[in-house]
């Protein structure tokens, strides 16, 4: 997780808290009601983007691909109750955005779950140009809260849909200009831009879990932009706009995009209404830095420390160390005299967020090969990565 002053804020709304969203949505959005708003007819990107060129300017992207960012509003049936004992209804605005012509969308799962209460009903609101747009029934197909990614699917029937095209983000660059497309406080269809601020930044999921390789941009990204595009130069999706960091609640250019490509794979198990499975190797640890080695007593100033093995994990089946010995860092206990992971697959790993968004690149059955300092002896241990348990 980031480590900043503030905090972050997931931007769905959600059922709880949900009250200034609607609030502002009665204000500027109303079903079924004759609006003014500033939106463009969706047209084509021009032909070809040539490499070496600025790219797209923000008018063509919005242009073109606005017409593929829709409005998810999550309806939740019970919301709790009030002071004077009466059942609440909630509801939480986001923003998704189009993946393929028969009919999936991909939107941030805090958009359409709640302290793990999933909505009852999406409406999902398409961007027809001018004040014209168009209301249907979205259907949550899967939910992947690690992730903080869902899909929602409508029936394409009636329905032009324009796809969005997706990018790579793992070549995405820090400095490269990016646009934010969605519904920032119910401004329905709004456009912010801005560049990517920097890249690997290990955002913290619905679940609790890392997720590894976000994206920091300083578009200007506020509550309802939750669930939509982060668009590169050429057009190309490389992050679902997720969550703020802010002492303030608003916009303060910290804005966090989990990586187009993580969605990519959580799209293809859900879709068919699944579940996303994800590699484990079973270890606990932290990064090493120069403050924990000396204690450590060790003269390895970067990797990997793995503080914990977790029983019959396919790290404890690979034969690595735990810790033995707890110490005081900087106020934090932390356990050493555990294994120091220096490579993987031959990768270098210079920190424990490094390790994580490897493992996150593979699946269940994979083989992974570690390279270990224990004590002043290097070692090469080979792991199998399993399913991770539903309760870790």
């Not at 992947?144 to 790579?168: E, R």
């Not at 560049?195 to 509550?223: F, H, K, M, Y």
């Amino acid at each position: 997780m980031v480590k900043m002053r503030g905090f972050l804020l997931g931007l769905g709304g959600g059922a709880v808290g949900a009250a200034l969203v609607v609030l502002v949505l009665v204000l500027v959005f109303n079903f079924g009601e004759t609006k003014e708003t500033v939106v463009q007819t969706p047209a084509q990107l021009p032909a070809a983007y040539a490499p070496g060129s600025q790219g797209f300017t923000p008018e063509q992207i919005y242009k073109s691909l606005s017409g593929g960012v829709v409005m998810v509003q999550s309806d939740f049936g019970n919301a709790g109750t009030n002071i004077f004992g009466q059942q609440q209804s909630g509801q939480a605005l986001g923003t998704g955005f189009v993946v393929s012509k028969d009919g999936y969308i991909l939107t941030n799962a805090h958009v359409v779950q709640d302290q793990g209460q999933k909505a009852t009903s999406v409406t999902v609101v398409f961007n027809k140009g001018g004040s014209k747009t168009q209301q249907v029934k979205g259907q949550i197909m899967g939910i992947d809260s690690t992730s903080d990614v869902a899909v929602i699917k409508v029936d394409p029937a009636g329905v032009n849909l324009q796809p969005l095209p997706l990018g790579d983000s793992s070549t995405v660059q820090v400095g490269e200009n990016v646009v934010a497309i969605g519904n920032p406080l119910g401004y329905d269809f709004s456009i912010t831009s801005g560049i990517v601020s920097a890249t690997g930044r290990s955002l913290q999921g619905p679940s609790g879990r890392p997720i590894p390789n976000g994206i920091q941009t300083d578009a200007a990204i506020n509550p309802g932009n939750s669930g939509g595009p982060l668009i590169d130069s050429t057009g190309h999706v490389i992050g679902i706009n997720e969550q703020i960091a802010s002492q303030s609640g608003g916009n303060q250019g910290l804005g966090f995009a989990v990586p187009i490509n993580t969605a990519i794979r959580s799209l293809g198990q859900l879709k068919n209404g699944g579940t996303v499975k994800y590699a484990w190797l079973g270890v606990a640890g932290v990064t090493l830095t120069p403050q924990i080695a000396q204690p450590a007593g060790t003269t390895q100033q970067s990797g990997a420390l793995v503080e914990q093995v977790l029983p019959n994990s396919p790290a404890a089946k690979a034969g690595l160390k735990g810790g033995t010995k707890t110490v005081t860092v900087q106020g934090q206990s932390v356990k050493v005299g555990g294994d120091i992971i220096v490579k993987i697959d031959g990768q270098d790993v210079a920190t424990y967020d490094d390790l994580i968004a490897y493992l996150a690149t593979k699946a269940p059955g994979d083989q992974v090969t570690l390279t270990v300092l224990r004590g002043t002896q290097t070692q090469t241990v080979t792991a199998t990565l399993e399913t991770r348990p539903a309760n870790l």
